[in-house]
């Protein structure tokens, strides 16, 4: 892969991978990192070395972890606007005894 201007350098499974975010050249090389990580611990865990089939597993790996934290931030989020609305329902009876 040829370097391309602005693009960030990083090691996957070792394989050298010239990518280019706007996320930054931090964040790219941590979330290059946490691949190769994830990537070298399913190799381990499976004693599967072949490249595709380890990206296809820690695609999964991944996809299993945002779908976790969608479900996560969805109870989260319900919750807030539950206490929201009684919140809302003590001021509006305060406000009224006030007047």
């Known amino acids: 892969m040829s370097d391309q201007p602005g693009a960030t350098r990083v090691t996957i ?3 050298i991978y010239s990518l280019q975010s706007s ?3 931090e964040t790219t090389r941590r979330l290059a990192q ?3 990580a ?3 611990q399913i190799a381990e865990k499976t004693h599967t070395y072949d490249s595709l089939g380890l990206a296809v597993l820690a695609a999964l790996h991944f996809a299993d972890e945002c ?4 479900q996560r931030y969805e109870k989260l989020s319900g919750m807030v606007t539950e206490k ?8 509006n009876d305060a406000v009224g005894k006030q007047e």
């Open 13 to 15: 499974y070792d394989r």
């Open 23 to 25: 996320s930054g050249e």
């Open 34 to 36: 946490s691949v190769d």
């Open 38 to 40: 994830a990537m070298r």
């Open 67 to 70: 779908e976790r934290m969608r």
């Open 84 to 91: 929201s609305l009684e919140f809302r329902e003590v001021l």
